[in-house]
């Protein structure tokens, strides 16, 4: 008997709840990363929420880890390039339980439409051929697991950069010349 898969809107429960909670986890994520990023560039939140807008998640991160080289922190045998990555796929995850197409088998199970990447086995673009996963309670307990994992993991880092621009007032602040004034225009 073939299990035949069909889109809906009316999901079961669990996967209802599960999609408010991954939401509600990667909020704070980004809650987290965005705090970092305004530290880092010495400014009140409200006026990092101007000057940065909302980028994707992947690139404000990106821009955390310029500011950690501008700033000179050591960070000593810490790498963020998993991280970045971690970061990256939870984004990817959660755009698609946010704004992807769900399905749901003739057995009850949800599956939520893929449209990115390749499949593993034939390596075809699913944004031509996408591909269906099942999705149960288990796929959102991982989930929800790992953006808290990264979500602590941002804020062991803040801690740690705070630190170390704080025992550094006059690093705090990069200072701004004009480039008419600047002897080296390439500053």
């Known amino acids: 008997m073939s299990n035949t898969l069909r889109t809906t809107v009316d999901l079961p429960p669990f996967a209802l709840e599960g999609i408010g909670q991954v939401i509600v986890h990667f909020s704070f994520l980004e809650w987290s990363v965005s705090e970092l990023l305004y530290a880092l560039m010495d400014v009140h939140p409200k006026i990092g929420r101007i000057a940065v807008a909302s980028p994707r998640l992947d690139s404000r991160f990106d821009r955390i880890?310029?500011?950690?080289?501008?700033?000179?922190?050591?960070?000593?045998?810490?790498?963020?390039?998993?991280?970045?990555?971690?970061?990256?796929?939870?984004?990817?995850?959660?755009?698609?339980?946010?704004h992807g197409i769900w399905l749901i088998g003739d057995d009850g199970q949800p599956h939520l439409r893929v449209t990115s990447g390749k499949q593993p086995d034939t390596g075809r673009q699913k944004r031509i051929h996408p591909t269906a996963e099942p999705v149960d309670k288990d796929t959102f307990r991982h989930l929800t697991m790992a953006i808290s994992e990264a979500t602590e993991t941002i804020q062991a880092l803040h801690l740690r950069i705070e630190e170390q621009l704080s025992a550094w007032p006059?690093?705090?602040?990069?200072?701004?010349?004009?480039?008419?004034?600047?002897?080296?225009?390439s500053e």
């Open 170 to 185: 006059d690093k705090r602040r990069l200072q701004y010349r004009s480039a008419y004034v600047r002897e080296d225009p």
């Open 65 to 98: 880890r310029d500011l950690i080289d501008l700033h000179r922190i050591d960070l000593g045998k810490a790498d963020l390039k998993p991280l970045r990555k971690m970061i990256s796929d939870l984004t990817n995850y959660r755009d698609g339980l946010a």
